[in-house]
């Protein structure tokens, strides 16, 4: 079973992760993966942060000559910030530092210092940061280059930010559309819409405070047939939409077309099946790829909704504590994270879908697993 732990603090040393039960023989391009984390990192809304850091992977283990080895593979990013910080991180220096006693709502904050009997919410902030989602990216892009041995590809737009909709119907999986994504600051497709929310993320900035969003993240050339409808753990969209809620400020998720669908009728909602080029189709997919728990052979799409950034220069009413009413503090923070948002749920999704993959197509090595694919879509064709 493929599977990862990761650890590591906010401003610690480094962020660490160990991914299980990848197969040996895969080719694995370094500056690919650094590719992805540059990417998580851009976006305009970003905080300061994102000056200092310029994330890099480092290989601890399970990478040889850049092939995978089949042994555990621990990669590490390290914290540019770190040098910065180490006198707040450091066991022996701790008693010079002034404790975090206010919580912010909409954080860990409280709910973390309550739980482990802490008196520095700084010991919450570390670990329950976003920080984390970038070996999250990396883990994802260690899985995508299993993928693109077979074609797989994942990617993701901003649908909205704030009040402000990029709704259009586009098809994600085009070259040209991939590059006028990418090249967007805010990892929108429509330039006009863009513009408008540019400037609803300057207000929200002058405004002291936030704003949330919405992206669509599409995986495509998925065959039919991953997960499985015979337990509620190995159906896909319960993994996938429990590992894309896991997303620091994520709120809800959606598959497919699934919040209209649940206003339409039944015959309007089904995907119909054609037959064509001696294989199975749908007509529509409102299903977002998945039925009965499985891949069905159309895109996997799914809609992610991120609530604003909690941490706002405003600020709440909040309680600290020692039981004082107060005003929740502000520490650098970003104003809007949606698009770096679609790049970590690509990284996320494609973890997922590596897991359910290796789950069906299991081998120790890349050519084990060929076969296995290969004989499995041979068998289906053929139906
Ligand atoms: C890429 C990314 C960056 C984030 N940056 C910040 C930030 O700078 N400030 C902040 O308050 N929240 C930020 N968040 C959101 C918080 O981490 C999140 O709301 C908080 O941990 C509480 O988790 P919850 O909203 O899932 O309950 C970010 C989230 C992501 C995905």
Known sequence: MLRFLDAGESHGKSIIAILDGFPSNVKIDIDNINFQLARRQKGYGRGARMKIESDKIEVISGIRGGLTTGAPICVAINNKDYENWSKNIDGDKLEEIDKIIVPRPGHADLCGALKYELDDIRNVIERASARETSIRVAIGAICM????????????????????????????????VFSTIEESPLRCFSKEIEERMLREIDKAKELGDTLGGTVEVSAYNIPCGLGSYTSYDKRMDYNIAGALMSIQGVKAIEFGNGINSSKSYGSKANDEIIFRDNNYHRSTNNAGGIEGGMSNGMPITARVYMKPIPTTKIGNATVDLNGVNTISRYERSDVCVVPALGVVCEGVMCFELAKAFLDKFSGDSLGDVKYSYDNYIKRIAGR
């Not at 693109?148 to 085009?174: A, Q």
Request: charged share 20%.
């Open 145 to 176: 280059e299993l993928f693109l041995n077979f074609n797989v590809i994942i990617t993701s737009r901003v649908i909205s930010i704030g009040e402000i909709y990029d709704n259009c119907d586009i098809y994600l999986n085009n070259s040209e």
